[in-house]
């Protein structure tokens, strides 16, 4: 049985590894170092239960599925599309981004979290009803475990209707990979409730499977919603020039050039939508790589990973916002 547990599979950090070993960057200390993909983004125990008497390990389940997504995975960062995926394919990329999502520190520190705040709130509570056979935090750990694979049905369905795409690095700058990979994003502001789950309307997951390639997924309102936006700004940019060339005034040499910069704006705009609906692959601009390592280092519990020791944007990016330092905690109203 494996004493070292990952929070991410070791043959996606091969993937940014060079020589064996992967640059990281620690949030916390600020320090930069090399490990061995086996020795990095885990630690002991972090998948194995102890008893009194039993080590009950789950490390056989992760270890499964890794052998089902790995040749997948392997084959479109090979291919650099995911034209050929299989609805086989598919639904096993969902399990294992799934079980992912799952398995991130940052998950089981939620998690843990809210053991703790209903054992605060209500003290009597048998949360524990064994507490001479386990310990309260390897109770919390075995339930989430179990959770990640009894529920895994219920945990995929929101995936099933996602739009799914690659994104293809086309700059320099490098990506990142946290010890919490699988990230997400959301433009719509739901209020206290939040906007971040995978289930939500409007959400966006992105999940790094290499340095040149990011697998996105993202709810189908988000292409409504561009699209409609497209129209209005075509209608919007339309309606005005119209106006100007029917006036008395008529329209001026700097009106044009303006009119033909927001027609080109649109033109593009439209052209990377249907790379990303149709095509189902788009390139990944400076843009696109500092947004995607901005989710990377914000959402993290404390490691960030590159293929090269450059973490020149970590280091300016915590500078500028604190408050990352400590990742994206559940907060327990």
């Not at 070292?4 to 940014?16: D, E, K, M, T």
């Not at 194995?48 to 052998?67: G, I, Q, R």
């Not at 971040?196 to 409504?224: F, K, N, R, W």
């Amino acid at each position: 049985m494996p004493r070292f547990n990952h929070y991410v599979p070791q043959f996606i950090l091969r993937r940014f590894a060079h020589a064996g070993k992967i640059c990281i960057f620690d949030k916390h200390t600020k320090q930069e170092f090399k490990l061995p993909t086996d020795r990095a983004m885990g630690e002991k125990d972090y998948n194995n239960v102890h008893f009194n008497d039993a080590v009950v390990s789950f490390e056989n389940k992760f270890t499964h599925l890794e052998n089902i997504a790995a040749p997948i995975i392997a084959k479109i960062i090979g291919a650099k599309n995911i034209d050929f995926l299989t609805p086989t394919d598919t639904a096993a990329l969902h399990c294992f981004l799934i079980v992912q999502y799952m398995r991130s520190k940052s998950r089981r520190l939620d998690q843990d979290a809210i053991m703790k705040e209903i054992r605060r709130r209500w003290p009597e509570a048998p949360v524990n009803p064994q507490p001479d056979l386990i310990s309260d935090f390897e109770l919390t750990k075995y339930s989430a475990l179990q959770m990640t694979f009894n529920k895994m049905e219920d945990l995929v369905k929101p995936l099933v209707f996602k739009h799914m795409f690659l994104m293809v690095r086309d700059c320099k700058e490098e990506v990142y990979i946290s010890d919490n990979p699988l990230v997400m994003h959301n433009q719509n502001d739901f209020g206290p409730y939040g906007n971040i789950g995978i289930a939500v309307p409007g959400i966006e997951i992105y999940y790094p499977l290499s340095p040149d390639l990011v697998l996105a997924l993202i709810c189908p309102t988000s292409l409504q919603t561009i699209e409609e936006a497209q129209r209005e700004a075509e209608k919007t940019v339309s309606s005005y020039f119209a106006s100007k060339v029917i006036s008395a005034v008529g329209i001026s040499q700097n009106e044009m050039a303006t009119w033909e910069r927001h027609r080109n704006e649109i033109r593009r705009s439209k052209d990377y939508y249907r790379l990303m609906k149709d095509k189902r692959l788009v390139p990944m601009d400076s843009k696109n790589l500092l947004f995607l390592n901005s989710l990377q280092l914000s959402s993290s519990h404390r490691f960030i990973a590159a293929i090269k020791s450059d973490f020149h944007f970590a280091r300016k990016a915590l500078a500028e916002r604190p408050h990352w330092k400590e990742g994206i905690r559940l907060k327990v109203a």
